[in-house]
Each structure stands twice: as C-alpha cells, then as structure tokens.
C-alpha cells in the first residue's frame, strides 16, 4: 500500500495564511486509511521535506495567490521543473527546498500542491469567511487524491 503524507502549511496566526493548518486540523478529525499522515508544518519547508521523506505520494496544502476570488482552489501537479509554479512555504521557494533536500530526503514521485486563493493576510487567528466555506471542498480534492 503507497505511503501518502498529507501536509498543511501556512501561519495560524496571520488569517487566511493559515489555511492549510486549519485544513489538516479537520482532516485530523476524520478516519482517514492506515497509510496516511496528516502533518502540520506550519512554515517550515525543511518539516515539510521531513513529512515526505519515504512516501509514495504528498499533498500540500497551502494559500496560495493565483489572482482569483477568494476561496478558489487550484490544484497542482508538482516536479521541479514546474517553473511555473511559484509556491513559497514562507521560508524558503519550494523548489529551492526540494532541490536542496533532495540529496537528504526520499522524497515522493507524486507531489500534488492544493492551494487556496486567500482574502485576508494580516494578523488575526479566523480565516475570512470565504476561505473557511472553501475548506470542505478542499477536503474533498484531498479525499481524491488519497
């Protein structure tokens, strides 16, 4: 059975940025297959190498400006060459982050990113009303890739 490690990112504590956090904290709650690890990486890209190191597959879930509404879910497939795909996990670009761990970690051959189109960046612990409404459909792109 393939290893699958689901990774939220994102500050808690600035709104919408938190939208991955409060994503896998509903995840948490559901009985998800034994194969499956459901992991807060807050804003570490280097947890979330160490969260995929040895799986089959990863799916991160982060905010992420694509210049739509608020609450809009895009869907990536990711490789390192997806230059076009500009994901920062706060600290670091994730494709630095994957080509710099790539050496140290088994990383997956199957990335997916799912990010959210946020509202609301600044300090604050509620994410804006149209991101929450999103986090049930975000679950259920995750559900479907799991």
Request: charged share 30%; net charge negative; hydrophobic share 40%.
């Amino acid at each position: 059975m393939k290893k699958v490690a689901i990774i939220g990112v994102g500050n808690s504590i600035m709104r919408d940025d938190g939208v991955g956090i409060h994503t896998v904290q509903e995840l948490q709650k559901i009985k998800l297959p034994g194969n499956v690890e459901v992991q807060d990486a807050d804003t570490n890209a280097f947890a979330v190498l160490e969260c995929m190191d040895g799986k089959d597959k990863a799916i991160i879930i982060d905010a992420y400006r694509g210049g739509r509404e608020p609450g809009t879910i895009y869907k990536f497939k990711f490789t390192p060459d997806s230059s076009n795909i500009k994901l920062s996990l706060h600290d670091i670009d994730f494709t630095d982050a994957l080509k710099s761990g790539r050496h140290a970690y088994r990383l997956p051959p199957d990335i997916v990113i799912i990010g959210v189109e946020p509202e609301v960046i600044e300090f604050g612990l509620e994410l804006s009303p149209r991101v929450q409404k999103a986090i049930p459909n975000v679950i259920e792109e995750v559900l479907k890739e799991v």
